[in-house]
């Protein structure tokens, strides 16, 4: 069902994301909804790190952030103040706490991830970032890429909805296989939002 506001027009879509570090997909994702009126905006980044580089993207868009608190987090997954945002989508984007039950049940199929390898190989607890790419080259993959995920209560674990592959070869060291994933991540995580969020 289309939703309208008070002035019969229609409703943008509201992002909210969750990132704990450096921030270049919350960027690109940012961008893209920006430069193209597709009727989405980001509306909050969150993050559990104060120092991450993705709250001074935050701030340099003009997009409120927040700073999750352990302890809250875990108590009452911040319900209340997200809830406040009219979130049609929460993306994931280098989250690095688990989320909490609670926060999964009330945003049922509305929490997203995006994992720098083909699950459900290379995931897990404590499976990020170049953890992921020195195991897929420890093993001597052919191939890697990027999985684009439903969150459900188990790392890595919820419903795939995207994948996309990149090719390994005997040159690739840790730097160069990290930059082909991150160059998928660039492209197809922005488009899978869009596509998520056109459905009805
Ligand atoms: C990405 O590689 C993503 O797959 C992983 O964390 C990284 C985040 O990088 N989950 P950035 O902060 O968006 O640059």
Redesign the pocket.
Known sequence: MIKLDTKGTKKKKHIAIF??????????IIDHFKLTEKGVKVVLIASNNPK???LKIAEKENIPSLIFDRKKFYENGYLAELNKYKIDLIV?????WKVPAELIQSYQNKII????ALLPKYGGKNM??NF?HEAVLNTKEKESG?TIHYVDEIYDNGTIIFQTKCEIDEYDTLQTL?KK??IL?HKYYPAVIEKLLSRP
């Open positions: 990132a704990s570090g450096a921030g270049s997909n919350a960027q690109k991450a580089g993705v994931l984007a280098g989250f690095l991830n995006i994992h720098p990020y970032g992921v990027i990290a994933v991150q991540e």
